[in-house]
């Protein structure tokens, strides 16, 4: 066969190995390693929000004023994260439209492409999902930590007039 070899030569994807043998990457081969790709970098800068997260838990925990620098750090990586995000999905439009299929979903490109990238896929998502899960995990725990701390704050405080009653009125011998 023209073009096919037995053995992979450097640059040759294997991504649509159901067409057999080894082959030149095409356009949706190249999307579709890009996809994946960006997932991977979410994965890291989520890996790094969750880091940030337990370090500003513990900031607030101990009451630091530093806690506010690690949340502009959280916010500037979120900031990096939603224009991965918008990338990967113009990214999964193209491949849609070029592939003929409905969404992006597992399901929809099971269909056509090789099982290893929808497992790779799937173990992607997989993975940023547990990411985010432990990362809502500990934002949970920063915002109780937070509310226990305000309503520490705003309990009513005794003013000097209030203290001067319950004194005397304690000091009052009872009959």
């Known amino acids: 066969m023209v073009g096919r070899t037995s053995q992979p ?28 790709n960006n997932y991977q970098r979410q994965i890291e800068m989520y ?3 969750l880091e940030l997260a337990q370090q500003q838990l513990k900031l607030v925990e101990d009451q630091s004023p530093s ?12 900031d990096d994260i939603s224009s ?10 193209t491949l849609c439209q070029s592939m003929g299929i409905e969404s992006f979903s597992l399901s929809h490109l099971s269909k056509v492409v090789d099982a290893v990238v929808v497992e790779e896929m799937g173990q992607l998502l997989k993975d ?12 949970k725990s920063i915002q109780d930590h937070l509310n226990q701390q305000l309503s520490l704050r705003n309990r009513p405080r005794a003013t000097h007039s209030s203290a001067q009653q319950a004194y005397q009125k304690g000091s009052k011998p009872k009959s």
């Open 9 to 36: 030569k450097p640059g040759f994807l294997t991504i649509n190995a159901k067409s057999g043998g080894w082959r030149m990457p095409t356009m949706n081969d190249s999307t579709i390693v890009n996809i994946i």
């Open 84 to 93: 991965l995000n918008k990338q990967n999905q113009v990214w999964q439009e």
């Open 128 to 139: 940023l999902g547990l990411i985010l899960q432990k990362i809502e995990v500990v934002d």
């Open 47 to 49: 890996e790094h929000m």
């Open 67 to 78: 806690a506010g620098e690690i949340l502009a750090e959280r916010h500037r990586l979120m």
